[in-house]
């Protein structure tokens, strides 16, 4: 539940969830507690925000911000083909358990990786979350730091994982200091375009 309620916080808010807080209110309060708390204060903040400046918000923190990329293949590996590879394996993944890409979102978007692992195949999704753990953990740090309101539902995916590693941590530390790897000139940066995309029941 979690996860699935994650995974609607954490897209381009819209009418639709507006209309899905009380749902998402309701869950929470059967969330075990550090859960509950983060999603109840999502569910608060979107209630009481006007949509179109929730918007507005919503693309400033992560379309502007590198740090804040809700892409987790950005983090380690930037624009480069080595993303591109990196991609592919969410894409064999949601393949693997039934699921049919769409090409208006890349399959690594937090918000796609936590649908898919709360009602497409636990094991594969959090194996996918845990191989990213350092990014998620960059992000989470970048939206605290900004006091952002979104750090809460980065958190909600957090505090239902196992602790992160000391090398997860030290890896999400050095990416706040260097920044994703630099474009690797002459290549494509991803896979092809049909590899690609939001996935879909």
């Known amino acids: ?52 400046a929730a918007q507005c918000a919503y693309v400033d923190t992560f379309d502007l911000r590198r740090r804040c990329c809700l892409f987790l293949t950005y983090h380690a590996y930037g624009d480069t083909r080595k993303r591109g590879m990196a991609l592919l394996k969410f894409t064999h993944a949601y393949k693997a358990a039934g699921f049919r890409l769409v090409p208006d979102e890349l399959p690594d978007h937090l918000a796609v990786v936590c649908e898919f692992t709360a009602t497409g195949n636990l094991e594969a999704g959090l ?46 530390m050095e990416l706040a200091r260097t920044g994703p790897p630099e474009e690797e000139v002459g290549l494509e940066p991803f896979g092809p375009p049909e590899q690609m995309g939001r996935v879909r029941r």
């Open 127 to 172: 194996e996918l979350l845990a191989e990213h753990r350092a990014g998620l953990e960059l992000t989470w740090l970048a939206l605290q730091e900004s006091s952002s309101p979104w750090a809460d539902a980065v958190d909600l995916v957090r505090v239902v994982l196992p602790a992160a590693a000391p090398k997860d941590l030290e890896r999400a």
């Open 1 to 52: 539940m979690a996860l699935q309620a994650a995974s609607l916080v954490l897209g381009y808010p819209d009418e639709r969830l507006l209309s899905q807080l009380s749902l998402l209110d309701a869950v929470a309060q059967r969330l075990p507690e550090a859960a509950g708390a983060a999603l109840t204060r999502v569910v608060e903040h979107l209630d009481r925000t006007d949509l179109h």
